[in-house]
DNA sequence: TTGAAAGCGGTACCAT
DNA sequence: ATGGTACCGCTTTCAA
C-alpha cells in the first residue's frame, strides 16, 4: 500500500481524509458533522480515515469561512491572589464551560491602559463576548467593544448605565452603610487599611463611601492606608502596624477584605490589643477563612461565586438570543459579629 | 462626499479599507503591517481609513491564512478556590501576558475525561501550546496532543518522562519527608485530612508517600480521610472533627494543604486540644495564612508562582526555538514550626 | 511603490 | 448520495 504512515506530525486537511477516504472534500464534511446525505459505507470508509490518520478538525477555518466568532470569552479581572477575584472567576469559567465556552484570561490590574491593549488583542480574534470587571475603561475601549458588537458583561461595580450589561453591587453605598453601621455602634474615630486604588479600583469606591457616612455621623476617618500590596493576610497585618504608628487614638478600623481583616486582627492581638474593648475591627467580602476564625468577624456578606455565575449567564442568554435584563445589582448584607 | 458614516457596526474588512483609502488591499496590508513597499503619502492615506472605520484586523484570518497558530495557550487547572493553582495561574498567566499569549483557562478537576473534551476543543483553535496539570492524562488525550505537535508543559507533579516538558516537584518524596520528619518527632500513630482523590490528583501521592514513611518507620497511619470537598478551611475544621470521631489516640495530623491545617487547628483549640502538646498538626504549602497566624506551622514550603512562570517560560522558550531543559524540579522544602 | 491572482481549510449552494 | 465551485479576510508570490 501506498498509503503514508499517520505519525507524522504535519496537521491532517479534510481534503487529506477525503482523498485517502476516495470521496470528496464535501462528502467526507458532510460525514464529519452527521448532517445527512452519505451512505452508511461511505461514512465508514471516511471514520475509518479520520480514526487512522489522526484528524483534527480547524475550528478557525470553520468559523472564518462562516463569519462566525470563535467560542472565547475574553475575562479581565484584577489579579488573582485577591482572593474574591479567584471565586469570580471560578464562577464564571464553570459556566461558560458548561455551554461550550471558553475562558480567555485577562489580569489587567485595574490599569485601564492594560486593559486596552488586552482587549484589542481579544478583540482581533473574534471572541463571542468579553466580561470585564469594573465600569472604568478607556475611551478607544469602549469605542472598540462598540465596533465589535458583540455582548460585554462589566461586573463586580454596579453601574446603572452600562455599555451593554452588568452585574455587581454598589459599592460606595456598601462602604456607606460599613460607615453608618460604625457610627450607631458609637465608634467615631475610625481608619481604613486597603492596597493600592488605580482609578478602576472599586475598593476605592467603598472607602469613598465609608469616609462620607462618618463624616455624616459626626465622626472621622482618621487615617486611611493604601497599600501598594495585594489585599491579603500579611499587607493586612502590617498596614494596621503602620495605621496605628501613624495614629492614635483611633477606634475602629474598617479593612478592604476579610483576610487583611484577619492579619490586622493577629496583630492586634500579638500587640495586646483587646477585641473589640480596644479596638474594633470589620473585614469585607465574607472570605472562607472567616468560617474557622475563632471570633466571629463583623464583615459584608457578598457572593462572590454566584457574581461570577451570573456575569456569564448574562453573556450566554444574549448570545442565545434570549431577553436579558441589563442590570442587575447582586447585592451585599452586613453581618455583625464580635470584632465591634 | 459619499463617505459612509463609519459608526454602523458591521465589521470593517481591509478591503474596505484599501477601497475607501483608494489603493490596493495588498498596499494596506504592507502599510498595516509596517512591513515596507509604500510611499509615507500611501500610509497617511491607509492610516487616517484605518482610524477613521475603526478598522481593526482580524487575526483568525490572518493566521488562517499564514497557518500559523493563535496566541493562546491552554491551560488547564483542578479548581481556583484551591489556593495553590490560583498562585500557579497567576505565575503563568502573567508570564505570558508579557509575551504577547493569552490563557485559554480549563477548569478539569482533575478529572482525565473532562481533560479530554477540554483537549479536543482548544486543539481545533490552533493553540501555541498546553500547560496541563498532572502526569495522568487520557490516552486519546496524548495521541492527540501528539499530533497537534505543539510543545505541552505537564507542571506541578512531576514526570521524568514527560510527553514534552514538565515542572513540577516530586508529591511522593515530599509526602514521605513529612512521614519521617513526624516519625523522627516520635509520632508514630498519625492521621491525614485532604480532598476527593480523584486519580490525577497529586495529593494522593503525597498520602501514599506519607504512609510508606510512616510504615517504614513503625508507625501507622490510623485514619486518612478524602473528603469530596475542596481542599480549604473549613473542610479542614470539620474533617478534622470526622477524623477525630473516628479514631482515637492520633497524634498528629498531616493536612493536603495549610488552609485545611489552619481550619484543623481551630477545630482542635475549640475543643480544648493543646497543639503540639496533645496534637500535632502539619500543612502543606506555605499559603498566606501563615504569614499572620498566630502560631508558627510546621509545613511545607512551594513556590507556586515560580512553578507558573517557570511552566510558562518553558513554552515560551520553544515556541522561540531556544533550548529548553525537558524537566525541572521545583523542590520543596519542609520548615519545622511550633504545632509539631 | 504598487497590484493581481492564488490559496489557506472549511462550508453553502447548486448540480448531477 | 455525491461532487464542483465560489468564497470567508488576509498573505504570499509574482509581475509591472
Redesign the interface.
Given at each position: 500500500m501506498s498509503k503514508e504512515k499517520p505519525?507524522n506530525?504535519?496537521?491532517?486537511s479534510l481534503a487529506e481524509v477525503a482523498k485517502a477516504a476516495g470521496v470528496s472534500k464535501m462528502t467526507a464534511s458532510r460525514v464529519l458533522r452527521n448532517q445527512g446525505g452519505f451512505s452508511d459505507s461511505t461514512r465508514d470508509r471516511v471514520m475509518a480515515e479520520v480514526e487512522r490518520l489522526?484528524y483534527?478538525?480547524?475550528?478557525?477555518?470553520t468559523?472564518?469561512a462562516a463569519g462566525e466568532s470563535?467560542?472565547?470569552v475574553g475575562v479581565s479581572i484584577p489579579?488573582?491572589?485577591n482572593?474574591a477575584f479567584?471565586?469570580i472567576?471560578?464562577g464564571i469559567?464553570?459556566k461558560l464551560?458548561t455551554f461550550?465556552h471558553?475562558?480567555?484570561?485577562?489580569?489587567t490590574r485595574n490599569l485601564p491602559e492594560e486593559e486596552e491593549k488586552?482587549i484589542?488583542?481579544?478583540?482581533?480574534?473574534?471572541p463571542a463576548g468579553m466580561i470585564l470587571t469594573g465600569r472604568v475603561h478607556s475611551p478607544k475601549a469602549i469605542?472598540?467593544l462598540?465596533?465589535?458588537?458583540i455582548p460585554v458583561v462589566e461586573m463586580w461595580d454596579l453601574n446603572s448605565s452600562p455599555m451593554d450589561m452588568c452585574v455587581g453591587l454598589n459599592h460606595f453605598d456598601c462602604g456607606y452603610h460599613v460607615g453608618r453601621f460604625l457610627i450607631e455602634k458609637g465608634y467615631r474615630r475610625l481608619g481604613y487599611v486597603g492596597t493600592d486604588h488605580g482609578v478602576a479600583n472599586a475598593a476605592q469606591s467603598r472607602l469613598e463611601g465609608f469616609q462620607k457616612a462618618v463624616a455624616d455621623g459626626g465622626g472621622d476617618v482618621r487615617h486611611h492606608l493604601c497599600l501598594n500590596d495585594i489585599p491579603?493576610?500579611?499587607p493586612?497585618?502590617y498596614g494596621t502596624e503602620q495605621l496605628l504608628n501613624a495614629q492614635r487614638g483611633i477606634e475602629a478600623i474598617f479593612f478592604q477584605n476579610d483576610?487583611m481583616a484577619?492579619?490586622g486582627y493577629?496583630?492586634c492581638?500579638?500587640h495586646a490589643l483587646q477585641i473589640p474593648q480596644d479596638i474594633g475591627i470589620v473585614g469585607w467580602g465574607d472570605l472562607?477563612?472567616l468560617?474557622?476564625?475563632?471570633k466571629k468577624m463583623t464583615t459584608v456578606k457578598v457572593r462572590h461565586v454566584r457574581l461570577g455565575q451570573l456575569a456569564a449567564e448574562k453573556l450566554l442568554s444574549t448570545l442565545h438570543g434570549s431577553a436579558v435584563q441589563p442590570v442587575s445589582d447582586i447585592g451585599y448584607l452586613t453581618v455583625p459579629g464580635a470584632t465591634t
Open positions: 505519525n506530525s504535519k496537521k491532517i489522526g483534527l478538525p480547524n475550528r478557525m477555518a468559523a472564518f470563535s467560542p472565547f489579579d488573582l491572589r482572593e479567584s471565586q472567576l471560578e469559567d464553570h464551560g461550550g471558553q475562558t480567555v484570561l485577562g489580569l488586552w484589542e488583542k481579544i478583540l482581533s480574534w473574534q469605542s472598540m462598540k465596533h465589535a458588537a491579603g493576610f500579611y493586612g497585618y483576610n484577619v492579619g493577629e496583630f492581638e500579638s472562607p477563612v468560617s474557622v476564625f475563632r
